[in-house]
């Protein structure tokens, strides 16, 4: 399927906006700008009054928590994830994991989201055959609470997910390894993990530094900060994207550049949950790999990708106390190309030849954009997601001019009160 978007705005990787056409020849970005004459598109998008940006790669999410969105807020992660979260997880089927990540496949695709990192469990299969139905891409892995019973079985799950999915549907879902984190995996738990990885290949994905408590109590039981307790496993050996790092030092930093770790941040969630401000630009002169996640839908409580870009742009500033920190066009690369790096992905995140053909299409009608002097900034700071008109993902369409192509959003609605009514009454 070859797609031609005539007459389009289009964000090149270095932040130029470029008027042109874009054409797409399978799942590949063919050219931006000028199309070649010899050209056959089976379909033409008429890309005239849009604007044509990467699609988001939500560098860490939990899919499936959509489920329990708004049954509890405004508590301590502790106290929250033991008391309200937990407790219903463990209730949860595969049917269930399917239908939560399919409400999440529908805002995400809303909102102008392509791809997405999650961790969560335990029924794998059902957030991959979200992935499959839905065309979003997916990077996959079952995060293991290993202080709960069955750690190594879950482990051995882990390894058949990579091998039943890694590089599936033509490279569009990938699958990582994944420790929830330090305080729910012990020390031998996560070499174990790690040792797994190594000989699979795997990546991993793994919670980091969230909050205060988390650092301290590492420091009390393992006599080391997070980062050099977690090298001690040879977890970072693998390549490794830590969601979070909130709470920092030198010595943390160091570790993070000597592996090449790469850092999903989550403005929304660590404000909602009061954990603390990632120092992001920070990282960014350090020439470390930041990316933005949402976070689940229960510790934030949407998808919006575009909201985590205007947030890390906003407390980025105010963490520094210095306007100039985290600009508009970092903060778009952050939930875009960087995103694509932070979770493994090459040839995603940008609007070039040769890269896959995961893209979003603005409509700048409203309001909100208008005067247009500079759409990035018009993006990054006055938009907000119901401007995303049409979404392709690996060279297909997943939604025209707002309107779904791949999901039946009213069934997925129904299938989710059902599954809430389960889940809350059982
Ligand atoms: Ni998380």
């Given at each position: 399927?070859?797609?031609?978007?005539?007459?389009?705005?289009?964000?090149?990787?270095?932040?130029?906006?470029?008027?042109?056409?874009?054409?797409?020849?399978?799942?590949?970005?063919?050219?931006?700008?000028?199309?070649?004459?010899?050209?056959?598109?089976?379909?033409?998008?008429?890309?005239?009054?849009?604007?044509?940006?990467?699609?988001?790669?939500?560098?860490h999410t939990h899919a499936s928590m959509t489920l329990l969105r708004s049954h509890a807020d405004d508590m301590a992660l502790m106290e929250w994830l033991q008391d309200k979260i937990w407790p219903v997880e463990d209730k949860m089927t595969e049917d269930d994991l399917y239908w939560g990540a399919?409400l999440a496949?529908?805002e995400?695709?809303?909102?102008?989201?392509?791809?997405?990192?999650d961790m969560y469990g335990p029924y794998?299969?059902g957030i991959?055959?979200?992935?499959?139905?839905?065309?979003?891409?997916?990077?996959?892995?079952r995060g293991i609470v290993a202080v709960a019973p069955g750690?190594?079985?879950k482990?051995?799950?882990?390894?058949?997910?990579?091998?039943?999915?890694?590089?599936?549907?033509?490279?569009?879902?990938?699958?990582?390894?994944s420790p929830h984190a330090l305080y729910t995996c012990?020390?031998?738990?996560?070499?174990?993990?790690?040792?797994?990885?190594?000989?699979?290949?795997?990546?991993?994905?793994i919670h980091?530094?969230e909050t205060e408590g988390e650092?301290?109590d590492?420091?009390?039981?393992?006599?080391?900060?997070?980062?050099?307790?977690?090298?001690?496993?040879?977890?970072?050996?693998?390549?490794?994207?830590?969601a979070h790092?909130v709470?920092?030092?030198?010595?943390?930093?160091?570790?993070?550049?000597?592996?090449?770790?790469?850092?999903?941040?989550n403005p929304g969630s660590n404000l909602k949950l009061a954990s603390g401000?990632?120092?992001?630009?920070?990282?960014?002169?350090?020439?470390?790999?930041?990316?933005?996640g949402t976070d689940g839908a229960s510790s934030n409580n949407n998808l919006?990708?575009?909201?985590?870009?205007?947030?890390?742009?906003?407390?980025?500033?105010?963490?520094?106390?210095?306007?100039?920190?985290?600009?508009?066009?970092?903060?778009?690369?952050?939930?875009?190309?960087?995103?694509?790096?932070?979770?493994?992905?090459?040839?995603?995140?940008?609007?070039?030849?040769?890269?896959?053909?995961?893209?979003?299409?603005?409509?700048?009608?409203?309001?909100?954009?208008?005067?247009?002097?500079?759409?990035?900034?018009?993006?990054?700071?006055?938009?907000?997601?119901?401007?995303?008109?049409?979404?392709?993902?690996?060279?297909?369409?997943?939604?025209?001019?707002?309107?779904?192509?791949?999901?039946?959003?009213?069934?997925?609605?129904?299938?989710v009160d059902r599954c809430a009514k389960h889940l809350m009454n059982d």
């Open positions: 399927m070859n797609t031609l978007i005539k007459n389009v705005s289009a964000l090149l990787p270095d932040g130029e906006v470029k008027q042109g056409d874009i054409a797409i020849e399978g799942n590949l970005i063919k050219s931006v700008g000028s199309v070649a004459e010899d050209f056959k598109p089976d379909k033409v998008i008429d890309g005239s009054g849009k604007f044509a940006v990467p699609g988001f790669v939500n560098a399919m496949a529908v995400m695709i809303r909102s102008g989201t392509t791809a997405f990192a794998v299969d991959a055959r979200a992935t499959i139905d839905s065309g979003l891409r997916g990077i996959l892995a750690a190594y079985e482990l051995e799950d882990s390894v058949r997910l990579y091998k039943t999915y890694h590089g599936a549907e033509n490279g569009r879902i990938t699958v990582m390894l012990p020390p031998e738990f996560i070499k174990a993990l790690a040792d797994k990885a190594k000989a699979l290949g795997a990546e991993v994905h980091m530094s650092v301290k590492c420091l009390k039981n393992y006599g080391k900060r997070p980062f050099a307790h977690v090298e001690s496993t040879g977890l970072f050996e693998n390549g490794t994207l830590a790092c709470h920092l030092d030198d010595e943390d930093i160091g570790i993070i550049k000597k592996y090449n770790i790469r850092v999903a941040h401000i990632a120092p992001v630009q920070r990282l960014l002169d350090e020439g470390i790999c930041v990316g933005l919006d990708m575009l909201e985590e870009v205007r947030l890390a742009a906003l407390i980025g500033k105010v963490q520094t106390m210095d306007p100039q920190a985290v600009p508009a066009f970092s903060a778009i690369q952050m939930g875009t190309e960087f995103g694509a790096r932070a979770v493994g992905l090459k040839d995603v995140g940008r609007l070039e030849a040769g890269c896959k053909a995961d893209l979003v299409l603005y409509s700048t009608e409203g309001p909100e954009w208008h005067p247009r002097y500079n759409l990035v900034s018009l993006l990054a700071y006055s938009a907000n997601s119901g401007s995303v008109d049409t979404v392709l993902v690996d060279g297909k369409l997943l939604m025209e001019k707002k309107q779904l192509l791949t999901i039946d959003e009213e069934k997925v609605f129904f299938e």
